[in-house]
């Protein structure tokens, strides 16, 4: 009779170990929830702003490259117009040359 009740003694004891390591591990698994929805939203807001970024950055992109034909467009605007005053500077070269020659 002792020795079952030893056995029934130690069998609670182990019981109530297991049930111990069971709410530690039930606690440990909560926290890593936890963890990992905190993570999973930090990874969202990530994601959101990457995407953000390149939105962004493809409008700049946009931007730059209508910036850049509107810088080409006007520096061939003016070498045109440098070409002109260099052109009319040359008339009134030569019609002073031919005024002095008269």
Do not use: H, P, W, Y
């Not at 409008?59 to 850049?68: M, N, P």
């Not at 070498?79 to 040359?90: D, F, H, I, P, V």
């Amino acid at each position: 009779m002792d020795a079952i009740k030893k056995k029934m003694q130690a069998m609670k004891v182990e019981k109530d170990n297991a049930c111990d390591r069971c709410d530690v591990c039930e606690e440990a698994s909560k926290v890593a929830k936890v963890r990992a929805e905190k993570a999973e939203d930090e990874v969202a807001e990530l994601v959101a702003k990457a995407r953000q970024l390149e939105t962004e950055l493809d409008l700049t992109a946009e931007r730059f490259a209508i910036v850049s034909l509107q810088l080409e467009e006007k520096e061939k605007s003016l070498l045109a117009a440098e070409a002109e005053m260099n052109a009319l500077n040359r008339r009134v070269q030569g019609l002073e040359e031919d005024l002095e020659k008269t």
